[in-house]
């Protein structure tokens, strides 16, 4: 898929989430509020009889005007113009809640002008399946310090919900489950964006590996048919010293090929079912082996590899070919990625019954955001359209696999522009008499 389209694909499917987004959250805000409303009325209508039974059972006269004040939003008090009896008042407002169907628990408290307090209160809770039932907590409940006065008035109780809001929501099931609905769609939208996202950035990776690819090949390649056509005049003939500079070519460049080649056969057979064939090597003498036969060449054969051996117990178990091919390219990538002369330094040292060995080197260094990424396959830091270094994006991913499969941890520290430094940590492996483990 083009850029252009991923681009246009997210752009269109970020719109459409945010557009359904808001008309959900829109719907059930506006749902919301009419059920807030719905309540509200209820409860005044229940309150507002509450208070006149409470006046026709004292035979008293009470004016309709402002009955019933909201004081904050689950907190109400009612005016009833005489004294109040306590046990009259549970039953009637325990009667009027079941008759209007408002299951919400609720405390009350009754004001007494006396002694200018709130002087009883009581919880009364609705479990689920059942009636209101009268639920005293504890003193702290039933004080008055739970429950404000009003001034405006000389006889009245007030009344709060402390489930309010949780009793309003409940009613709203069916847009919760559509709004969890609509989570999950968002979730999945997600991840095929990420998805989407992922595979076009696996696409160019491979697209630049093959390109690549294509180039290592093409050269030795190319470099062998001219070769070989210049063998093929009969003027070459007459010059043994001509002929063997160009088969000396060809047998180089062969090499390159089995080199490139064998770097992927590499990959694949870690890849698939890979087990190590285990036995014990003295890491100091392989990684004298390694720097001994690595060819410093071309613009880099100024530099230097050095080596700081200070383990002691220098015994691991491991497959010895690929422990090797992982120093080798952890060193030939210390040497690739120096813009300048190259200074690596192999260094070993014990701890906690582990074997380290680290590799340093004064090349360009990996970005933080690079460094998890660069053990993948074909992952390459991005530097452009143009790579500067030959290579596959293999080297790396291969080091990681093998340090996998032998349970080795691997680490990497780095800062551009100041080196890079590779350590792996093995086990240790006492040699026996016979000097191998």
């Known amino acids: ?27 059930v805000r506006k749902a919301f509020g009419h059920a807030e409303r719905q309540f509200n009325q209820t409860l005044y209508i229940a309150l507002k009889n509450v208070a006149t039974q409470l006046a026709r059972y004292n035979q008293v006269t009470l004016s309709d005007h ?41 405390e009350y408290a009754i004001y007494d002008c006396a002694t200018d307090r709130m002087v009883y209160g009581d919880y009364v809770d609705f479990p689920e399946g059942g009636a209101g039932s009268s639920a005293p907590r504890s003193a702290s409940v039933r004080s008055s310090a739970n429950l404000p006065k009003s001034g405006q008035y000389t006889y009245y109780f007030g009344l709060r919900l402390p489930t309010r809001a949780v009793y309003l929501v409940s009613g709203l099931e069916i847009w919760i489950l559509t709004s969890a609905i609509l989570l999950v769609v968002i979730l999945f939208f997600g991840y095929a964006m990420f998805v989407i996202l992922r595979q076009k950035q696996l696409s160019e990776i491979q697209r630049d590996f093959i390109n690549n690819m294509t180039h290592e090949f093409k050269t030795p390649l190319a470099t062998i048919a001219l070769s070989a056509d210049v063998i093929a005049r009969p003027a070459a003939w007459r010059n043994p010293q001509r002929l063997a500079h160009y088969a000396a070519i060809i047998r180089e460049e062969n090499s390159r090929l089995n080199k490139q080649v064998e770097k992927v056969l590499q990959i694949a057979r870690t890849e698939k079912d890979f087990r190590p064939r285990y036995e014990g090597v003295d890491l100091h003498g392989l990684i004298e082996e390694v720097v001994r036969n690595f060819d410093l060449s071309g613009k880099h054969r100024e530099g230097t590899v050095r080596t700081d ?46 074997l380290l060995v680290s590799i340093s080197d004064n090349g360009v260094g990996i970005d933080r955001v690079h460094q998890k990424r660069v053990f993948d396959k074909f992952y390459r830091v991005p530097t452009g359209d143009v790579y500067n270094v030959k290579g596959f994006g293999l080297g790396l991913y291969y080091v990681r696999n093998t340090a996998a499969a032998h349970r080795w941890k691997l680490s990497l520290e780095s800062k551009p522009g100041r080196g890079s430094t590779f350590t792996l940590s093995l086990p240790v492996q006492p040699p026996e008499k016979n000097g191998k483990p």
């Open 309 to 354: 051996l200070r383990a002691t117990q220098t015994w691991t178990r491991a497959d010895p070919l690929h422990l090797a091919n992982v120093l080798f390219n952890l060193l030939d990538n210390a040497v690739k990625y120096t813009e300048g002369i190259p200074q690596v330094v192999f260094s070993t040292r014990n701890e906690h019954n582990r």
């Open 1 to 27: 898929m083009k850029s252009s389209s991923v681009r246009w694909v997210v752009a269109l499917g970020v719109v459409s989430v945010v557009g359904i987004v808001t008309i959900q959250v829109y719907w």
């Open 66 to 106: 402002n009955l019933v004040r909201q004081l904050s939003s689950n907190y109400y008090v009612v005016n009833v113009n005489s004294s109040i009896d306590a046990g009259v008042l549970a039953y009637y407002l325990r009667s009027e809640f079941s008759r209007r169907n408002l299951r919400v628990d609720y």
